[in-house]
């Protein structure tokens, strides 16, 4: 399931109930398989976004993409909510992690 969520990142409207149907669970049955691991379902797939939304914004060829369609594209559909879950995992926000990554334009 973590794989499909994987592959899926950039969806904004992905669900528990869609990634329990690709695999013939029921909802209920994937939530407790992801509570097996230590986390819930929802803070797996904010987690993954974020770790990729990092990487894209100290990769060169998004030297000069704006920091919304990097969130957009990692699957965030509320620029606000991505400023602050940032800024909340990294401790800075994401125009200061590009910076650090990739060095002043």
């Known amino acids: 399931m973590k794989k499909s969520v994987l592959d899926n990142l950039d969806r904004s409207e992905l669900t528990i109930g869609s ?3 690709a695999h013939g669970l029921s909802p209920r ?3 407790r398989l992801f509570a097996q691991t230590g986390t819930t379902f929802t803070e797996y797939v904010v987690e993954q976004r974020l770790l990729l939304a ?7 060829q998004h030297r000069y993409s704006k920091i919304s369609t990097i969130a957009y ?3 965030f559909s509320d620029l606000s909510y991505f ?8 401790g800075e926000t994401p125009s ?3 910076v650090g990554l990739i060095g002043p334009p």
């Open 83 to 90: 400023n602050r879950a940032f800024r909340r995992r990294f």
């Open 96 to 98: 200061d992690t590009r």
């Open 19 to 21: 990634i329990a149907q």
């Open 73 to 75: 594209g990692a699957g």
């Open 29 to 31: 049955h994937a939530q």
């Open 54 to 60: 990092r990487r894209l914004l100290g990769e060169r």
